[in-house]
């Protein structure tokens, strides 16, 4: 008996329920062609209801499509419901069930002149059937251009929009059909409105895996697998109004809750930089940029199939990879997504710098490999100081401590600060331990990216772990040479709270000066670039 495996959004489960084939009823058995339990596409399942489409066949061939469901809390199986012949004119293809879960579509692909599976339609005859009393209730037929040499859809479930009154249609068209003959007109999306029967055509690009609807129907957004293209196309105005560049290896666009934004899956194997883009409806621009090792964790190079979304798109299922990338069958994750995806979710995702969100990335590596400590946060992507930073030719920044001690077995002296320099393909070009005599203990920091390709540093050091710590500040050239270490001592600990280095490259503090136990005043300061201190302020 085969199972089938179904993810519950709303349960957050995955559910495995047995559809029993073997009792399918003799009568059905009789009017499919066959004697043993048929091969059957499951096309939905509600959670109580099996909906199932087999095929009639004669002389080993595929005759007819009829739909079926099997209720499991009867244990039977319904009428069979008879959709459409096959012959060689004829080629029925499934378009998918609409996002208000009461409808499933199927297409009727013809052609007259035959061998409708390899020479393609020139005509659709759109169906669908309801799910719940199983009745063909809207049925509209599509003319396609006419063209020498057809083209069929892209295969698979078409898009549906949210509310479920629209459905594109993309036409199939790539560069190996291209050079054997292009097609004219060019390939089109078809834009159906289903209440009204009406369809409108628009360009489209060649492979246009990527596509979504905004949630209010305004705008279809297409990306191409092989150009790295993408078009908006206007739904109100009627036009393609916006067209930009995007990424190349595009498996699927999936859209955020706010619908102010949209997520880009590509095959990472294949393409760099090894991020999912988050691009923006408004003007399809880079919004942010999520390392692919946040989503697939353990690896960079992934095949993104098997992904799935949430009608809203709140919630996002992420099938567990091997180590070559592929899909491995044993699991999902769920992920939550925010309203809208922004910079502050995902470190150094600010801007849509791709490079910055893959520095942080390969900063991690190197620090996890090299066993340095680091307190992993969110932190805010515009800040200047962080604990893991990119200048603008790509070279990678980080702060970490390096630590003798385990949970066990604690003891002052056993940890230094260290500050490393990386290049844009995450090698090292230096590190450097920053012990200074005075100090008994270290804890992490941040640091600035300098334009002459050094940096400064805040560095957390204790005069003793018992008491706070003091406020440290070093900078390094571009080699790594220590160039001024400064501390801000006289007996009261100032501790920092906010770093910034301003376009003097003068280093503003803000933070507490302790009078004593947890007694504290504002404080500020300001360094400037030769670690001179040009101001230290305490509030009255």
């Keep these: 008996m085969p199972y089938y495996q179904f993810f519950d959004f709303k349960e957050r489960k995955a559910v495995e329920v047995p559809l029993p084939l073997h009792e399918f009823p003799q009568a059905h058995l009789q009017v499919l062609g066959t004697r043993t339990p048929p091969m059957a596409h499951v096309v939905h399942f509600d959670?109580?209801?099996?909906?199932?489409?087999?095929?009639?066949?004669?002389?080993?061939?595929?005759?007819?499509?009829?739909?079926?469901?099997?209720?499991?809390?009867?244990?039977?199986?319904s009428e069979l419901v008879y959709l459409s012949p096959w012959d060689d004119t004829r080629h029925i293809e499934d378009i998918g069930f609409d996002s208000t879960d009461e409808y499933f579509y199927f297409a009727i692909g013809a052609n007259p002149a035959g061998n409708v599976i390899k020479n393609g339609y020139t005509s659709l005859e759109l169906n669908r059937i309801h799910l719940r009393n199983r009745e063909l209730d809207w049925k509209m037929k599509v003319d396609l251009p006419k063209r020498a040499r057809p083209l069929k859809l892209n295969s698979g479930p078409q898009l549906f929009s949210r509310d479920g009154t629209k459905l594109a249609l993309v036409e199939y068209n790539d560069a190996g059909i291209q050079r054997d003959d292009k097609p004219n007109p060019p390939e089109q999306v078809l834009v159906v409105d289903i209440p009204s029967k009406t369809v409108d055509a628009y360009p489209s690009l060649l492979t246009a895996y990527g596509q979504v609807f905004s949630p209010d129907n305004r705008y279809l957004i297409l990306g191409s697998n092989e150009l790295g293209r993408m078009i908006r196309i206007d739904l109100e105005k009627k036009k393609l109004d916006l067209e930009g560049p995007g990424h190349k290896r595009v498996d699927?666009?999936?859209?955020?809750?706010?619908?102010?934004?949209f997520l880009v899956f590509s095959n990472?194997?294949?393409?760099?930089?090894?991020?999912?883009?988050?691009?923006?409806?408004?003007?399809?621009?880079?919004?942010?940029?999520?390392?692919?090792?946040?989503?697939?964790?353990?690896?960079?190079?992934?095949?993104?199939?098997?992904?799935?979304?949430?009608l809203d798109g709140r919630m996002l299922l992420i099938p567990y990879v091997d180590k070559k990338g592929w899909s491995d069958r044993k699991g999902w994750r769920l992920y939550e997504v925010?309203?809208?995806?922004?910079?502050?979710?995902v470190d150094g995702g600010s801007g849509g710098d791709m490079k910055v969100a893959q520095g942080v990335v390969l900063g991690k590596q190197y620090a996890d490999a090299n066993h340095l400590l680091y307190e992993d946060r969110k932190e805010d992507p515009n800040a200047s100081f962080s604990?893991?930073?990119?200048?603008?030719?790509?070279?990678?920044?980080?702060?970490?401590?390096?630590?003798?001690?385990?949970?066990?077995?604690?003891?002052?002296?056993?940890?230094?600060?260290?500050?490393?320099?990386l290049g844009p393909d995450g090698r090292p070009k230096w590190q450097r331990i920053l012990v200074k005599k005075g100090f008994l203990d270290y804890e992490g920091g941040q640091v600035a990216a300098l334009p002459d390709g050094g940096c400064v540093a805040d560095v957390v050091s204790y005069v003793h772990p018992g008491s706070h710590p003091v406020t440290r500040v070093v900078r390094l050239d571009a080699q790594g040479k220590v160039l001024w270490d400064y501390h801000f001592g006289g007996g009261r600990p100032r501790i920092g709270d906010r770093y910034e280095l301003l376009p003097d490259l003068s280093i503003s503090i803000t933070g507490r000066l302790y009078e004593g136990g947890e007694k504290y005043r504002p404080w500020k300061a300001l360094l400037d670039k030769n670690g001179k201190v040009l101001s230290d302020e305490v509030a009255p």
């Design 338 to 345: 925010p309203d809208d995806v922004t910079s502050p979710e």
């Design 252 to 261: 699927r666009y999936l859209p955020t809750p706010s619908g102010k934004s």
């Design 387 to 421: 604990q893991f930073v990119v200048n603008k030719t790509g070279d990678i920044f980080l702060i970490g401590t390096l630590s003798d001690n385990s949970d066990d077995d604690y003891k002052v002296g056993r940890t230094r600060p260290v500050v490393a320099k």
């Design 47 to 77: 959670g109580q209801v099996f909906s199932l489409t087999l095929n009639a066949s004669k002389n080993h061939e595929a005759s007819a499509t009829y739909f079926c469901q099997y209720d499991t809390r009867t244990n039977r199986f």
């Design 268 to 310: 990472t194997k294949l393409t760099s930089p090894k991020t999912v883009e988050v691009r923006r409806v408004s003007d399809l621009k880079l919004q942010t940029s999520i390392p692919v090792r946040m989503v697939f964790p353990g690896t960079d190079a992934v095949v993104p199939s098997g992904i799935f979304s949430g």
